[in-house]
């Protein structure tokens, strides 16, 4: 009969009481080899203060210790709103990345498409260069002064 009324209790007082069972018959068994303390060495020089030390009970804290909660710390809703505000912000990027296809494989077609794009075929030579022979004929002028001067004697 008694296993009856087990049966009605609800899931968590079952785990309740697993772990209460758990818990009793665990202080029965033995720690396994290396999770105990680790023996000391009787040659050490400070074996004896070791042994000293270990058995000396210290200072315990009390719940009083226990340091307030911090008011400086973002509230978990703020963190939500921040996160959700950047991922929006990668979404949006990652469809403008996705509109801009970039043709690595023919950068000189790219750049035709965007000069084409861009209107910038359309511009005839700046004003005052009306050939080539002009342009060469400015950039040899350019060239002559920027020769440096003769060296001091």
Request: with cysteine; net charge positive; aromatic share 4%.
């Amino acid at each position: 009969m008694a296993w009856a009324s087990l049966q009605r209790l609800s899931t968590s007082a079952r785990l309740a009481l697993c772990l209460g069972v758990a818990g009793l018959t665990g202080g029965c068994v033995d720690l396994p080899k290396g999770l105990g303390p680790a023996p000391v060495d009787p040659t050490s020089a400070v074996a004896q203060d070791v042994l000293a030390a270990s058995k000396a009970k210290g200072p315990f804290p009390t719940f009083r210790q226990i340091p307030a909660v911090p008011t400086d710390v973002r509230p978990v809703t703020a963190w939500r709103a921040s996160v959700l505000a950047m991922t929006a912000e990668k979404a949006a990027l990652d469809r403008n990345i996705a509109a801009t296809p970039i043709d690595q494989t023919d950068p000189e077609l790219w750049a035709k498409r965007v000069r084409a794009q861009s209107g910038l075929d359309a511009v005839g030579p700046a004003p005052g260069a009306s050939s080539a022979a002009d342009a060469e004929a400015f950039a040899k002028a350019l060239r002559e002064r920027a020769t440096p001067p003769p060296p001091p004697k």
